[in-house]
């Protein structure tokens, strides 16, 4: 007998819920479950991704060779993963680009960016989301948004520019590997309380494909640094348990236990829908009691 892979137990995991087209549409399981696991009834849905992903990828190499610049930019999240993890554009559902830049270069980036036809878009800045400016730009009939970061974490202290050239482009860069395995790791459970299972998929396949590249001891490091660790702790309870991956998660056993009694298929199907687990888990994964308190703080501040 075959051994079980991961996607076998995720598949597992959104089973009784493939019949609940608003769960699928929820989690943009949708190119995922036509591609990988052959459900007919979302072609038309892969096709829609496989088309809006084709028009962002020939526009990002555009764009890669209009900002010809001499400072580092980063594709972060789905638009430095579509082409490394997945087996076709139209798996992943890619609502915007997102890129990391220094804050030092931030104003430049912005003057090249309304050059060529971006617009700032205004939002009320909190804590939590001053370290984000999101541009847009009308390209045909597709609407681009941009999201540029000056921040991976909330809590970051110090600016994060190790990585290297990603193929095929000039201008973007990807991450270190680690720095990418945290910061996708917050994103989904810092930033979001897993509010959508794409994400956890595409953590576990990133895991899939670099764990032999992955320091989780340096990972953990960095982790504790940025004030992040009980954040990825929840992931990696999650990779090691539902997944099955063979990890040391090390001293956590408060935390773990917590994790086990809060990690049930039923809240990760829809975690808003228990309030009390949710409300629960969103404190907990901040490290910090002081940054709880200033993230609900500023988070209602900001309604």
Not at 192 to 219: F, K, Q, R
Not at 250 to 279: C, M, R
Request: proline fraction near 1%.
């Amino acid at each position: 007998m075959l051994a079980r892979t991961f996607e076998d137990h995720f598949f597992e995991l959104i089973t009784p819920q493939l019949g609940n087209m608003e769960f699928v549409k929820r989690h943009h399981l949708e190119g995922l479950l036509y591609s990988r696991w052959h459900q007919q009834d979302f072609k038309s849905f892969w096709m829609k991704n496989f088309y809006r992903n084709s028009q962002l990828q020939q526009f990002l190499m555009e764009l890669d060779t209009d900002l010809s610049v001499d400072f580092q930019i980063f594709l972060i999240k789905g638009a430095s993963l579509w082409k490394r993890l997945y087996e076709n554009i139209g798996e992943r559902f890619m609502s915007d680009i997102d890129v990391y830049v220094h804050k030092k270069n931030l104003l430049e980036l912005s003057q090249k960016l309304k050059r060529i036809g971006f617009k700032e878009q205004s939002e009320k800045k909190w804590k939590a989301n001053s370290f984000k400016t999101v541009f847009i730009k009308k390209n045909n009939n597709l609407e681009i948004v941009l999201e540029v970061h000056t921040q991976l974490f909330w809590t970051q202290s110090v600016s994060f520019l190790k990585g290297e050239k990603l193929s095929k482009y000039t201008s973007f860069s990807k991450m270190d590997t680690n720095l990418e395995f945290l910061h996708l790791c917050t994103h989904l459970a810092f930033q979001h309380t897993y509010i959508s299972l794409h994400w956890l998929y595409e953590i576990a396949l990133y895991y899939d494909n670099y764990c032999e590249d992955i320091d989780l001891d340096a990972v953990k490091a960095m982790a504790i640094e940025n004030q992040v660790f009980h954040s990825l702790q929840s992931v990696l309870w999650l990779l090691k348990h539902k997944f099955k991956f063979n990890i040391q998660l090390g001293e956590a056993p408060n935390l773990n236990y917590l994790f086990e009694k809060i990690f049930t298929e039923s809240f990760l199907s829809n975690p808003k829908s228990q309030k009390f687990k949710f409300i629960c888990l969103k404190n907990l994964l901040k490290d910090r009691l002081r940054d709880n308190l200033s993230y609900n703080v500023g988070w209602i501040a900001s309604r």
